[in-house]
DNA sequence: GCGACAG
DNA sequence: ATCTTGTCGC
C-alpha cells in the first residue's frame, strides 16, 4: 500500500486506483465515545509556490478554547486536481499528525469526506489512513444535488449524489452560504453534523476550521515570503 | 461530445 | 487555494 510520503510519485490514474483500494477501508460506524477535543486541520501556501504551511489547531469540545497548535513547512508537487484533493495536502498534514502530541478525539478537514465521486474525499481519506474519527466540512460543492440551502443557522437539508445521502447543506450562519458537512471515517453524517453545529461560532467558517486557516496563515506571513514570489 | 469540478 | 479595493447589504 502506498504511503502518504510516496504520493508525489502518482500519476492521476495511480492515485484514483489507490482511492478505489481505500474506499472500502472507511467505517461509517457511530462514533463510540463522546468527545472531549476537536482538531482543525488547513494548508495554506503562496501562489506559483510548492512551499506548503501545514497546521492542526486543538480546541476543546464544545468550549472551542485552542489547547495546541502544531505546524510544519513543506513541499505539495501533486498538482490541484478536482477529486484527487488529499494527494496534494495529506502528505504535510499527515508530517503534523505525527508530530502532536496531544492527539484530538476527531479532525475536521477543510473539504469533503463521504460527499466524493468515489466516496474519497480528504476527509475519509485521512481519516483511513491514520485510523481516527474523521469529517469533512467543505465551503463549496464537489459532487451531488440539495433542494434550497437552509436560512436558519443549525439546519439542514440532504445532499444526494447517485441515490444516496451524502452529506447534508448546513446553514451556519444567516445569510451566508451553507457548508457542505459529511462523516469521514470512524462516525455517522449524523455525527458530523452534530459536531459541527456544536462548532459554530461568530463566523460561516466552524471553529476548528477557522482556527486553523488563521494558524496556517499565520506561520506562512512569519516565514516571510507573502509578496513577490522567488 | 459537453459541462462540472473540494482546496 | 492565492492575489486585492472598494463596495453593497444587514
Given at each position: 500500500m502506498v504511503a502518504p510520503d510516496q504520493y508525489?510519485?502518482?500519476?492521476p490514474t495511480e492515485a484514483i486506483a489507490l482511492q478505489q483500494e481505500l474506499r472500502h477501508q472507511v467505517q461509517l460506524t457511530p462514533l463510540e465515545h463522546p468527545i472531549r477535543t476537536i482538531g482543525g486541520a488547513d494548508i495554506s501556501f503562496n501562489k506559483h509556490s510548492e512551499t506548503v504551511y501545514a497546521g492542526i489547531v486543538v480546541l476543546s469540545?464544545?468550549?472551542?478554547?485552542?489547547?495546541h497548535r502544531e505546524s510544519i513547512v513543506g513541499k505539495a508537487t501533486f498538482p490541484y486536481v478536482p477529486g484527487l484533493l488529499s494527494f496534494r495536502e495529506i502528505p504535510t498534514l499527515m508530517q503534523v499528525w505525527n508530530q502532536l502530541e496531544q492527539k484530538p478525539d476527531v479532525l475536521m478537514l477543510d473539504g469533503h469526506g463521504q460527499a466524493h465521486p468515489r466516496r474519497l474525499g480528504i476527509a475519509s481519506h485521512f481519516g483511513a489512513v491514520a485510523g481516527i474519527p474523521t469529517l469533512g466540512c467543505g465551503k463549496s460543492l464537489l459532487v451531488g444535488k440539495h433542494d434550497a440551502p437552509p436560512q436558519t443557522p443549525g439546519d439542514a437539508v440532504p445532499l444526494i449524489h447517485k441515490d444516496e445521502t451524502i452529506g447534508a447543506v448546513l446553514c451556519?450562519?444567516?445569510?451566508c452560504n451553507p457548508v457542505y458537512v459529511s462523516a469521514g471515517h470512524l462516525m455517522t453524517l449524523r455525527n458530523a453534523v452534530a459536531i459541527v453545529r456544536k462548532c459554530m461560532?461568530?463566523?460561516?467558517?466552524?471553529?476548528p476550521t477557522r482556527r486553523a486557516h488563521e494558524w496556517v496563515n499565520e506561520v506562512r506571513l512569519a516565514h516571510g515570503e507573502s509578496k513577490v514570489p522567488e
Amino acid at each position: 500500500m502506498v504511503a502518504p510520503d510516496q504520493y508525489d510519485t502518482l500519476t492521476p490514474t495511480e492515485a484514483i486506483a489507490l482511492q478505489q483500494e481505500l474506499r472500502h477501508q472507511v467505517q461509517l460506524t457511530p462514533l463510540e465515545h463522546p468527545i472531549r477535543t476537536i482538531g482543525g486541520a488547513d494548508i495554506s501556501f503562496n501562489k506559483h509556490s510548492e512551499t506548503v504551511y501545514a497546521g492542526i489547531v486543538v480546541l476543546s469540545f464544545p468550549d472551542m478554547k485552542v489547547l495546541h497548535r502544531e505546524s510544519i513547512v513543506g513541499k505539495a508537487t501533486f498538482p490541484y486536481v478536482p477529486g484527487l484533493l488529499s494527494f496534494r495536502e495529506i502528505p504535510t498534514l499527515m508530517q503534523v499528525w505525527n508530530q502532536l502530541e496531544q492527539k484530538p478525539d476527531v479532525l475536521m478537514l477543510d473539504g469533503h469526506g463521504q460527499a466524493h465521486p468515489r466516496r474519497l474525499g480528504i476527509a475519509s481519506h485521512f481519516g483511513a489512513v491514520a485510523g481516527i474519527p474523521t469529517l469533512g466540512c467543505g465551503k463549496s460543492l464537489l459532487v451531488g444535488k440539495h433542494d434550497a440551502p437552509p436560512q436558519t443557522p443549525g439546519d439542514a437539508v440532504p445532499l444526494i449524489h447517485k441515490d444516496e445521502t451524502i452529506g447534508a447543506v448546513l446553514c451556519t450562519k444567516a445569510k451566508c452560504n451553507p457548508v457542505y458537512v459529511s462523516a469521514g471515517h470512524l462516525m455517522t453524517l449524523r455525527n458530523a453534523v452534530a459536531i459541527v453545529r456544536k462548532c459554530m461560532g461568530k463566523y460561516r467558517i466552524p471553529e476548528p476550521t477557522r482556527r486553523a486557516h488563521e494558524w496556517v496563515n499565520e506561520v506562512r506571513l512569519a516565514h516571510g515570503e507573502s509578496k513577490v514570489p522567488e
